[in-house]
């Protein structure tokens, strides 16, 4: 189990996070010109997490995030690819979309094709 | 008011027939919705995405107005980060028989003039191809933020890409095919 205490979430303009025990909440938009330097240092700092706690998945809620600029969507890449690339036990990474906005049906495919073994896509209501 | 306007005598790059604009369209009078104007290298990307979100919400449908969004994003995400010092960079939001398109302009030199004529005419030829090809780039570290956005606005939302250049001055405009 994550430890929300021990994982604040980044200030970042027009997106709210939220973590729990088994993931984290995204929504609003991701506009920011350098999010990987907000977003990405804490997806990495959950990710790291994640392994030490030997999850066997993490779900990230992204149905609620109604844009992303093309530098977020390198954002969840680098996850995907942090999760296929880890040693020893690692975890499923699972996104949960919501198949109505177009960025995440068109992109999410896609970049679970880059880490087949390791990420889930699932359609959340 | 930006110094390129479309005119059929300007070069243009073609997208194939399927994916091209109706005659209709393109011969339709416009109306310029939203007319903005930027400095190189400024960063009016969140606030710019925040006012046409909040604009295009009370004019168009929901659909349209996330295409929309973001193809206004990307264009002009690029046109401010390749505008030569000096040139005003120029983001509008048209609409012609009820469809709405965006244009971004800006001046800059040859070298990425070139580059854009190559990108666009790749993404005209497999927008979904080229879109999943830039999303590998990005995992193996290619520079390839330009791109992805340009083939996001083709494969994600639909919209045709079109290259006009004058000089050097280039204009992309993204419209409904």
């Known amino acids: 189990m994550l430890n929300p205490a021990l994982l604040p979430p980044?200030?970042?303009?027009?997106?709210?996070?939220?973590?729990?025990?088994?993931?984290?909440?995204?929504?609003?938009s991701i506009t920011t010109k350098e999010p990987d330097r907000s977003l990405g240092r804490f997806?990495?700092?959950?990710?790291?997490?994640?392994?030490?706690?030997?999850?066997?998945?993490?779900?990230?809620d992204v149905r609620g995030l109604s844009f992303v600029n093309s530098s977020a969507i390198r954002v969840f890449i680098d996850w995907a690819i942090w999760v296929s690339q880890a040693t020893g036990t690692g975890y499923r990474l699972r996104?949960?979309?919501?198949?109505?906005?177009?960025?995440?049906?068109?992109?999410?495919?896609?970049?679970?094709?880059?880490?087949a073994q390791h990420v889930v896509i699932e359609d959340g209501s | 008011m930006p110094r390129a306007q479309p005119s059929g005598q300007l070069p243009r790059v073609q997208p194939s027939s399927s994916r091209t604009p109706t005659q209709e369209w393109r011969t339709a009078?416009?109306?310029v919705l939203v007319r903005l104007m930027f400095t190189p290298g400024s960063s009016p990307l969140e606030a710019t995405h925040t006012f046409l979100n909040a604009y295009l919400a009370e004019r168009v449908a929901p659909a349209a107005a996330q295409r929309v969004c973001l193809a206004a994003y990307e264009l002009l995400s690029n046109a401010t980060n390749y505008a030569t010092l000096g040139s005003d960079v120029v983001l509008e939001i048209v609409e012609r028989i009820g469809k709405v398109s965006v244009?971004?302009?800006?001046?800059?030199?040859?070298?990425?003039?070139?580059?854009?004529?190559?990108?666009?005419?790749?993404?005209?030829?497999?927008?979904?191809?080229?879109?999943?090809?830039?999303?590998?780039?990005?995992?193996?570290?290619?520079?390839?933020?330009?791109?992805?956005?340009?083939?996001?606005?083709?494969?994600?939302?639909?919209?045709?890409?079109?290259?006009?250049?004058s000089g050097d001055r280039v204009t992309v405009t993204a419209a409904p095919r």
Do not use: Y
């Not at chain 2, 070139?114 to 030829?125: D, F, H, V």
């Not at chain 2, 193996?140 to 992805?148: D, T, W």
């Open chain 1, 10 to 28: 980044p200030d970042v303009t027009s997106v709210k996070i939220g973590v729990s025990s088994d993931g984290v909440t995204l929504s609003g």
């Open chain 1, 43 to 60: 997806f990495r700092t959950v990710h790291e997490a994640a392994l030490q706690s030997r999850l066997s998945e993490l779900r990230v």
């Open chain 1, 95 to 115: 996104f949960v979309r919501n198949p109505n906005v177009t960025w995440q049906r068109v992109s999410f495919p896609a970049i679970a094709q880059l880490a």
């Open chain 2, 29 to 31: 009078k416009e109306e």
């Open chain 2, 103 to 165: 244009r971004a302009s800006n001046n800059t030199i040859p070298a990425r003039v070139a580059m854009l004529r190559q990108q666009l005419e790749k993404i005209q030829g497999n927008p979904e191809e080229t879109f999943v090809s830039e999303l590998k780039r990005s995992m193996i570290g290619g520079v390839s933020r330009p791109m992805l956005g340009l083939a996001r606005i083709a494969h994600e939302v639909g919209l045709t890409l079109e290259l006009e250049i």
